[in-house]
């Protein structure tokens, strides 16, 4: 459903609400400040980057998205990839990554996308988040340690080879502020959950730097003056060349955006007991990362930890989103020169706490204890998010992922040739086996057993090809294949045409919907004949028997429906 959840909220929207979003969205808006400032310094762009981003984007994504308390705004997803593109493209190439990752989302949401999100596999999301943390946390330790040195370099080993080199000089009164205020953003819950301690330590930090002049780096020193107002829509120079190099990086960004937020949205659905429109939410995002460039932002999503405060101080409908937005304008506007006194060690101590939520360290070692198989995808994601790119990782990750999971339906999908094996104990208990059946000497019957795709097709023809006496009849029974693929249909028509070769008569049995859909299309049933294909395995030994010209038999079992096995119909899967 592509409607805002603003306008629902708003049908009987009260006064009493609105106090409650209001007082929430000030919180919020307070909380968002200094880890706007410091994702964008953490990025590579320059802190006033971040307040654009966070006010613009973040008031649509509540005013257009499907949520009724997603908070959006930039978030420590996007550091790597933001940081790495401004590395080899400028400002200019993010700015055209992040409005064509805007382009892919909306698409995203308008092709109904939303619910396909969660298909990404969960060691996949666990690797590149827990690599993305531990990259957050190494390029803190410059600002944290005060190091003397200058850019710190893109490349993560290279990192620490250049703060190896530099330790010697570390400034002692960064790396206290830095411990001072990391004691107080753990501990400050313990004083009060209403006032956020980022908040609190950036206040004291401050006034230890300007009361004991403390020789700290701050905004200002690095960064000069924070402008005070939103600057003009203004469009980034754009050429053909730069759009093809950007398009990897941009799909990254989307797919990004598109998990963080729905991992939030549905988050926040279990605190408040609500459900939120996935789509509209991946519009409403596509919509915030095409706008926010114009006014010189950067990417942005849903941000987990400002929509929980969000909810924990009473905020319930799109408006706290929308205040939490004004609330940033306002501080920009008025308070926007005395950010430029936060010390830099005071936002690395706040990004290496984010950095540690964000490693899911306890969901990184409960995945290593999973089958080897996702083990290899978590460890793969992980070491090329660190190593390499975040673009290739997820890449990478999502592919390993596919290819092990095909491996796994061709491992469950087998195809026997039951009138030639003997029959097990679990099988004697199965009323509709085949050995409760008087099966003719020159049949033979076939079963597959799994979804009949490209990955089990070479078990089909190894069965086909085992050795024996040329059977008159020839029986498929399909009561397990839930689906089936085009090499699938092939195989079988492959068979079909090698039995019609003999003069073997071809039956189907217990064919599902799915793959008697996909068998109608592709011309192959019209081809066997609709009355060589049955729904059970009884009608298709009588129809046998009727070939061999052999008197038919009842059912001498009471007979148990097969569609009670039936999966989805859907023939296009």
Do not use: C
């Amino acid at each position: 459903m592509l409607k805002p959840k603003l306008f629902t909220t708003l049908k009987n929207y009260s006064w009493p609400e609105f106090r409650k979003d209001f007082t929430s969205g000030v919180v919020v808006g307070i909380v968002a400040l200094p880890l706007a400032i410091a994702f964008a310094i953490a990025s590579g762009v320059s802190p006033e980057r971040g307040l654009f981003t966070a006010i613009i984007a973040g008031f649509l994504i509540s005013a257009l998205g499907g949520s009724r308390v997603q908070i959006g705004g930039p978030t420590g997803a996007f550091v790597v990839i933001v940081y790495s593109i401004v590395q080899k493209h400028g400002m200019d190439g993010l700015l055209i990554a992040t409005v064509m990752a805007g382009v892919f989302l909306m698409m995203m949401g308008f092709f109904r996308f939303g619910s396909a999100i969660k298909f990404i596999p969960y060691p996949v999301v666990v690797g590149f988040t827990s690599g993305i943390a531990l990259i957050i946390f190494s390029s803190q330790v410059k600002d944290f340690f005060g190091l003397p040195m200058g850019t710190v370099p893109a490349d993560f080993w290279e990192k620490w080879v250049v703060y190896a080199h530099h330790f010697g000089g570390i400034n002692y009164y960064a790396l206290a502020v830095g411990a001072i205020s990391i004691v107080i953003i753990i501990f400050w819950k313990k004083v009060s959950q209403r006032i956020p301690g980022p908040l609190v330590a950036l206040i004291v930090s401050i006034f230890l730097v300007r009361i004991f002049h403390l020789p700290v780096e701050t905004i200002g020193s690095r960064f000069g003056v924070i402008p005070h107002v939103l600057p003009p829509p203004s469009l980034p120079h754009v050429d053909f060349e730069m759009v093809r190099n950007m398009i990897p990086s941009a799909i990254t960004i989307a797919l990004l955006a598109g998990i963080e937020s729905l991992l939030s949205a549905v988050v926040a659905d279990g605190m408040i007991g609500g459900k939120h429109r996935p789509n509209m939410e991946l519009v409403a995002q596509g919509i915030a990362n095409a706008v926010s460039p114009l006014f010189g932002g950067m990417p942005a999503a849903g941000a987990i930890a400002r929509t929980a405060t969000n909810i924990n101080n009473g905020g319930r409908t799109p408006v706290a989103g929308m205040v939490h937005a004004l609330v940033l304008l306002m501080i920009m506007l008025f308070f926007g020169k005395w950010a430029v006194l936060i010390p830099l060690a005071t936002l690395a101590a706040i990004l290496i706490i984010v950095a540690y939520h964000m490693s899911e360290w306890h969901s990184f070692l409960m995945t290593l204890k999973s089958p080897k198989s996702d083990v290899a995808v978590l460890l793969t994601t992980f070491s090329l998010t660190v190593i390499l790119d975040l673009t290739v990782a997820i890449q990478v990750g999502m592919l390993l992922s596919v290819f092990l999971f095909m491996r796994r339906m061709a491992l469950v999908t087998n195809v026997e040739v039951i009138t030639r094996e003997l029959v097990d104990e679990e099988e004697t208990e199965d009323p509709n086996a085949i050995s409760k059946r008087e099966v003719p000497p020159q049949v033979e019957v076939y079963e597959i057993n799994g979804p009949f795709f490209f990955g089990a097709v070479h078990q089909f023809r190894e069965a086909m090809n085992v050795t024996g006496k040329t059977p008159k009849v020839r029986i498929i029974r399909m009561r397990d294949v839930p689906a089936i693929d085009a090499t699938g249909i092939h195989a079988l028509k492959e068979e079909y045409a090698n039995s019609k070769k003999h003069g073997i008569a071809f039956i189907l049995s217990d064919v599902h919907t799915q793959p008697l859909i996909a068998l109608e299309r592709s011309g192959l049933l019209d081809a066997i004949g609709e009355d060589n294909v049955f729904g059970n395995i009884d009608d298709a030994l009588n129809r046998a028997r009727e070939i061999l010209r052999l008197p038919p038999i009842e059912r001498h079992i009471p007979f148990v429906p097969t569609v009670k096995r039936e999966m989805n119909p859907n023939p296009d899967l």
